[in-house]
Every structure is written in structure tokens, then in C-alpha cells.
């Protein structure tokens, strides 16, 4: 099941995934793509109507989660 969230975007990628976080109750996001699948490295280009998935580092067995 896919958990979808609007918010304000922030000023910077570091409060956009700590946020995401407090949203999600304690998931730790670590990275941000777009619908495309594009990596997205810097809060600037994301633009109004963007779909961003966050996604979960597992250490354990090296796999990515959308979420």
C-alpha cells in the first residue's frame, strides 16, 4: 500500500525528508525521485504538481522501498 502525503514543500532536501519522516511516523527516508524516476538532489527543480516518492535505504538487504 502506497501512503501519499501533501505538505508545503520546504526550503532544502534535508527538511523535505525529515518532515517526510515525522509524517510517516519514524520511516527514514534517504532519497527523493520523481515520477520519472528521476533522482532528485536539490529542492530547487522540483516544480508544482511534481509526484515524489520517497525511498528507505535498508542496510540489511540492500533494497530500496517506495513509498
Known sequence: MQLAKLI???????????VASDKFGGYKPT???????????DISVVRDG????????????????VT
Open 50 to 65: 511534481d509526484h515524489l516518492f520517497l525511498l528507505h535505504h535498508d542496510s540489511d538487504n540492500m533494497n530500496f522501498d
Open 8 to 18: 508545503i514543500l520546504p526550503d532544502s532536501l534535508e527538511e523535505l525528508l525529515r
Open 31 to 41: 532519497k527523493v525521485i520523481n515520477a520519472e524516476n528521476a533522482e532528485i538532489d
